[in-house]
């Protein structure tokens, strides 16, 4: 009688290539719509919405542009067949700064926020830090996986 014994190397601890790639690929899609989206509102709702959120138009209308183009480019790095640890990792970074920068705008006093206006800021602080920690998580299971 013979018996086959099978051992284990450790790779089954080690995430799949694909599933890093992905949700590394989804924050970045997802990241990307929603930084078009609020680019959009800022540059379209920059005038009316200066007084009830009381981000001056000075402020909206080029943060909703560099949006839209962090929107682009967000978008052209999902697109890559193999997504690069630089500009991922620079999406990481960015997000991170971003969120402290939102944080800080919205208790500062830097700009003259309504109630309405820090909450707003304080809502896209939280939604860029998910994105952050989703980002991270997404390139760390991506990169160890050995980007396959």
């Known amino acids: 009688m013979t018996t086959t014994t099978t051992t284990t190397t450790g790779t089954a601890a080690r995430p799949a290539p694909a599933a890093g790639r992905e949700l590394l690929r989804t924050v970045l899609r997802i990241d990307s719509w929603s930084t078009a989206a609020f680019g959009v509102v800022l540059l379209a709702g ?9 981000i001056p138009t000075t402020w909206s209308l080029p943060l909703g542009i560099a949006m839209l183009g962090g929107a682009a480019a967000l978008a052209l790095i999902a697109g890559y067949p193999r997504i690069p640890k630089g500009p991922a990792t620079t999406v990481v970074v960015g997000n991170s700064l971003s969120f402290v920068a939102m944080l800080l705008l919205a208790v500062s006093g830097l700009l003259p926020l309504t109630g309405l206006g820090s909450v707003f800021l304080l809502i896209g602080a939280v939604v860029v830090a998910v994105y952050a920690v989703l980002g991270y998580v997404g390139l760390r299971r991506y990169a160890g996986a050995g980007q396959g």
């Open 46 to 54: 920059g005038k009316p919405l200066s007084a009830p959120l009381g």
